[in-house]
């Protein structure tokens, strides 16, 4: 599986950004996409994901109700619709795929096997 993320840059506060994050390669019935983010000096966390067959997303708290996360089925492509953005969400923003989802380990790292590149999110305050 390979993973190609685009979009973020930077936006001052109050602003808006989007992701994108194309998939390629083998795909697994019960899979999922999602989004991390690591902030410079701190660890990797959970920003948002998609149950690809039912579309279920599951956000982080810090981000709910201003990150919208939708899929492309016929471009099997991703998307991370980031509106209201604060200083705080500034970090490299990487997606990632999930062989087998389960709920209760969605928001875990290490439950995803593949990872794209990052990219740069910078909000200025």
């Known amino acids: 599986v390979q993973l190609q993320a685009s979009g973020g840059g930077l936006v001052q506060a109050g602003g808006s950004l989007s992701l994108s994050c194309a998939a390629s390669?083998?795909?697994?019935?019960?899979?999922?996409l999602g989004w991390f983010r690591q902030a410079l000096g701190k660890e990797r966390e959970f920003v948002a994901a998609?149950?690809?067959?039912?579309?279920?997303?599951y956000y982080a708290n810090s981000v709910k109700g201003r990150f919208t996360i939708s899929r492309d089925r016929a471009k099997n492509t991703v998307h991370l619709q980031m509106n209201g953005l604060k200083p705080e969400d500034t970090a490299v923003y990487y997606c990632a795929y999930n062989r087998g989802v389960i709920t209760s380990t969605v928001r875990a790292p290490e439950q995803y096997e593949y990872w794209g590149q990052g990219t740069q999110v910078t909000v200025s305050s």
């Open positions: 998609i149950r690809w067959s039912t579309g279920s997303t």
């Open positions: 390669g083998p795909t697994f019935n019960n899979y999922a």
